[in-house]
């Protein structure tokens, strides 16, 4: 969906000026929703193929860990059976969240699994939630010609990131129609009127807004109920399965990974902790999860993307800091692609400029991400990433040019 956004926006917003001029452009969200779902089935029927190829045994079903090393397993229909296993690794991911007066029906008030299947949009939509979730589904709406307001109680969007990124994104946002509430909180909600009457509150006092579809994108629990966690006496850290750096929790022969171990809720640290716990298992382990390193990619338009400590979070763990700011307004590959607003922020260490932390927005940053991970990986400096000749034209030049900038020796800006 958001790639069928960034089409239309590209069409719409830059087009004529790139030589493309579409006449009557038509914004067919349900074909859109067709074309998301079909990807989505051909990557799950691609997991199917990969279990039976390397003889992954599968049972659908309802699961419970009845003892240590024995799952009852309850189909939708039939009887329960159990299933023997010398491991067992939790990975029941998360829920939508909602809260008194804002639950989700399915109807006016929808979750995300709702919204990824929403045919027909509608005139205008509120979305409750300015973190990563909330922006993407923003993004989409709006491309698709709904009036969208993110309701955001922190100050910025996207606020785990660094707060200059949110700030930059809710600009970009504006820039493009969509009213960006930040430092402000839903009270209650008529849904019985129509349109729906949203109240809400900040510092300038309550006011109402009036929509026909809220969505509520303010977070996700860990699915842990029914599991039979508690009878194992499986240690909790808050609502999450309490894990070590090699995803074993405190029972021995149970392992939890994904939305379920805690933060960050993210499918590529779920995934990489799958890695991890499947090594443990199978006794060729190498590496443990490192949480300090997981990246966070918003996939709006602009992309967001950050990884480590922002500013403020490395001067509180007593760092000595040196920031290298790099703006994509005169970057080459961004001018070609129309898309020149955000920059590329590293924070390293002062002394010996490790890199501590990268924060950027812009044209197909959660491309770059990357290569910030695997520099605080393997502990290199701004020194050596302005080093190594980076590709021209091409995105990655402006993490080049922020590890410059760092050492006071950009040229480009």
């Not at 909790?236 to 939305?259: F, H, Q, R, T």
């Not at 020149?340 to 501590?356: H, M, P, Q, T």
């Not at 290199?380 to 402006?398: F, G, K, L, Q, R």
Request: net charge negative; aromatic share 6%; with cysteine.
């Amino acid at each position: 969906l958001l790639e069928s956004a960034a089409l239309a926006e590209n069409l719409r917003s830059h087009g004529a000026e790139m030589g493309v001029r579409a006449e009557n452009v038509v914004y067919d969200m349900g074909a859109a929703v067709d074309r998301s779902r079909f990807i989505s089935e051909k990557l799950t029927g691609g997991i199917r193929f990969l279990f039976k190829k390397n003889n992954v045994e599968l049972f659908e079903g309802r699961g419970r860990i009845t003892g240590q090393g024995t799952v009852e397993v309850t189909p939708e229909e039939g009887d329960s059976y159990v299933v023997e296993a010398a491991n067992i690794v939790i990975a029941t991911g998360a829920a939508m969240m909602s809260f008194p007066g804002f639950e989700i029906d399915g109807e006016k008030v929808i979750g995300s699994r709702e919204a990824l299947a929403l045919r027909s949009p509608p005139e205008r939509m509120v979305v409750v939630g300015g973190g990563y979730v909330g922006v993407e589904f923003a993004d989409v709406f709006d491309a698709f010609g709904v009036d969208v307001t993110v309701v955001e109680m922190l100050d910025t969007l996207v606020p785990v990131s660094d707060p200059e990124v949110g700030k930059t994104l809710a600009r970009s946002f504006k820039k493009r129609g969509m009213t960006i509430r930040t430092g402000t909180k839903v009270v209650s909600l008529d849904r019985e009127a129509t349109p729906m009457v949203l109240t809400v509150e900040s510092k300038k006092g309550q006011e109402t807004i009036e929509t026909d579809l809220l969505l509520m994108a303010v977070g996700r629990k860990p699915v842990t109920d029914g599991l039979g966690l508690e009878a194992l006496g499986v240690e909790m850290d808050g609502p999450w399965v309490k894990i070590n750096e090699w995803c074993e929790s405190s029972v021995p022969g149970i392992y939890a990974i994904g939305d379920v171990a805690g933060q960050p809720m993210l499918a590529h640290k779920g995934s990489h902790e799958g890695i991890v716990a499947a090594e443990k298992i199978a006794g060729v382990a190498h590496h443990p999860m490192r949480y300090d390193n997981i990246p966070s990619v918003g996939y709006c338009h602009p992309e967001v993307a950050s990884i480590g400590l922002t500013e403020d979070e490395a001067r509180e763990a007593g760092h000595e800091i040196k920031v290298g700011k790099y703006p994509l307004t005169s970057h080459g590959r961004a001018l070609t692609s129309g898309h020149n607003e955000g920059f590329v922020k590293i924070i390293a260490d002062e002394k010996y400029g490790e890199i501590l932390g990268v924060h950027m927005i812009g044209y197909n940053v959660s491309e770059l991400i990357g290569e910030a991970g695997m520099a605080r990986a393997l502990e290199s400096t701004v020194e050596e990433i302005a080093a190594h000749a980076h590709a021209h034209p091409s995105m990655a030049e402006a993490v080049m040019e922020a590890a410059l900038a760092a050492m006071d020796r950009a040229i480009h800006i």
